[in-house]
């Protein structure tokens, strides 16, 4: 039987919404009572993609925190997860097992392990990505 945690964290962009994203979120709600969820901020999506998502940060926010296995939703400005449990203290913190080996997800467990948190890699849905569904021109343009 897998450990149910109390309380459970999960992060990303979740632009244009989709399968991928609706099974990653109830797979972790199967693991723990309470599902916290990260929505990535523009800012923060730009900094690290240089790209801004096709979804303003607000309407990406509202379709998250309605989905039926989140219990909380956050717009998130950061990507460290140590600074993340400080603030939010979940008991562990879910991925796509496409993410599994990837040597900053490794640093991220080894950092959370002294917190006794856990990181689990979930099953990632094959064949269908965001990246995949985005225009081939950015139609959003920067507010500035």
């Known amino acids: ?53 096709v979804i303003h940060e607000q309407d990406r926010f509202e379709i998250v925190s309605n989905i039926k296995a989140v219990d909380e939703c956050k717009i998130v400005y950061t990507l460290d997860k140590v600074e993340l449990w400080k603030q939010l203290h979940f008991d562990a913190i879910f991925i796509g097992d496409d993410w599994k080996g990837n040597a900053r997800w490794e640093k991220t467990a080894e950092d959370l392990a002294v917190y006794g948190v856990d990181v689990v890699f979930l099953p990632y849905t094959q064949g269908v990505n965001s990246t995949m569904l985005r225009p081939e021109k950015d139609h959003r343009v920067k507010d500035d």
Do not use: R, S, W
């Open 1 to 53: 039987m897998t450990k149910k945690y109390k309380v459970g964290y999960t992060q990303g962009v979740y632009d244009m919404f989709h399968i991928g994203h609706l099974n990653l979120l109830n797979h972790a709600k199967e693991h723990c009572d309470y599902l916290i969820v990260g929505v990535n901020a523009d800012e923060l999506v730009e900094d690290y993609k240089h790209k801004l998502p």
